[in-house]
């Protein structure tokens, strides 16, 4: 199969795997985007960001590769939060099933701007008390299950 193919099936023939990462700045702040139309699901909801692994990489260059394509910015330090199963929905109802290794990712913000605009329309920087809505369907777990590893990396 090509690799648009594999995409096509990731999460949905078999169990994808995902590097997610939540963008801080190191100063109390984190970056969400909106996903565009265009996103292949959840689209409108705002989100910390991620994307699949590719055949022979590992987690960690995942994540560096996928802040640098969706936000432009080099990945200061990595930090592992944990990992779960995000069991969702396409629009169609078909079932999905990922497995999201999540980070916390230190980033400058100066270098930070949507750099796929075909799958994300606007960015922007929050704290826990400023969440913007909505959120994408994991979120609110995200934030619970790391809530206090989060307040320790956002200082609050």
């Known amino acids: 199969m090509s690799p648009e193919e594999i995409r096509k099936h990731k999460g949905v023939s078999f169990v994808g795997v995902t590097a997610s990462f939540f963008c801080h700045d ?35 260059a995942a994540v560096r590769r996928e802040v640098k394509e969706e936000y432009g910015a080099d990945a200061c330090s990595i930090e592992f939060l944990g990992y779960d199963d995000a069991f969702r929905k396409l629009k169609d109802g078909t079932p999905t099933h990922w497995l999201a290794m999540r ?7 100066a270098e930070v701007s949507i750099c796929e605009p075909e799958a994300l329309v606007e960015g922007g920087w929050f704290t ?19 809530q206090k590893q989060l307040k320790k990396i956002l200082g609050s």
């Open 26 to 60: 190191g100063s109390g702040s984190f970056y969400l985007a909106r996903r565009s139309e265009n996103a292949r699901d959840e689209q409108g909801t705002w989100d910390p960001g991620g994307g699949g692994l590719k055949i022979g990489e590992t987690v960690e």
């Open 103 to 109: 980070f916390a990712v230190l980033v400058d913000p």
């Open 128 to 146: 826990l008390d400023t969440l913007p809505t909505p959120l994408h369907s994991m979120f609110p777990k995200f934030l619970k299950k790391y």
